[in-house]
């Protein structure tokens, strides 16, 4: 089933839950798949330095038969993942479809640094020249403060 996807800024889903996991198995494609997100939706409604929750698109999917599906793509603490308000096959299937699609279009260049709080660490990650890369390294104390006081200002 083919479907159109676009971002959207109004989300009629009130409670949206993981419903499907993106297909990335490497931190490398992790980066590459958020790369990708820009490249067909712009810029995130929202970008943090937590790692758990880096980022978040609301999406809206309509198929060639007219059914629309609101999903919720992200990188939580499990990854990049898709949420929706249910998880019926006309959900899964866009799911699907929208995961093919990030698979098969050219990722943006970007750069990004984000921390695991509770493992003091610092991440470098992005895409540079159509490459990803990824790299961990301690972070210090007070980075580590400056990043949970920001979670709890928002």
Do not use: W
């Not at 990708?36 to 790692?51: A, C, H, N, S, V």
């Not at 990049?80 to 050219?106: C, F, M, Y």
């Amino acid at each position: 089933m083919a479907f159109h996807f676009e971002k959207v800024e109004d989300y009629p889903v009130q409670d949206s839950g993981k419903v499907y996991s993106l297909s990335t198995r490497s931190n490398e494609e992790c980066a590459l798949c958020f790369g990708t997100l820009i490249t067909l939706f712009g810029e995130p409604l929202y970008m943090t330095r937590d790692m758990e929750n880096m980022y978040a698109y609301h999406i809206k999917g309509v198929s060639e038969e007219g059914h629309v599906t609101y999903l919720d793509v992200y990188s939580g603490s499990s990854g990049p993942s898709i949420g929706a308000g249910d998880s019926s096959e006309k959900t899964l299937s866009a799911a699907r479809a929208l995961d093919e699609l990030i698979q098969n279009t050219r990722s943006s260049d970007y750069a990004y640094t984000g921390y695991y709080t509770d493992a003091y660490l610092k991440v470098e990650c992005g895409v540079r020249l159509g490459k990803a890369y990824y790299k961990e390294d301690e972070a210090d104390e007070e980075e580590i403060e400056n990043v949970i006081d920001e979670m709890f200002e928002a």
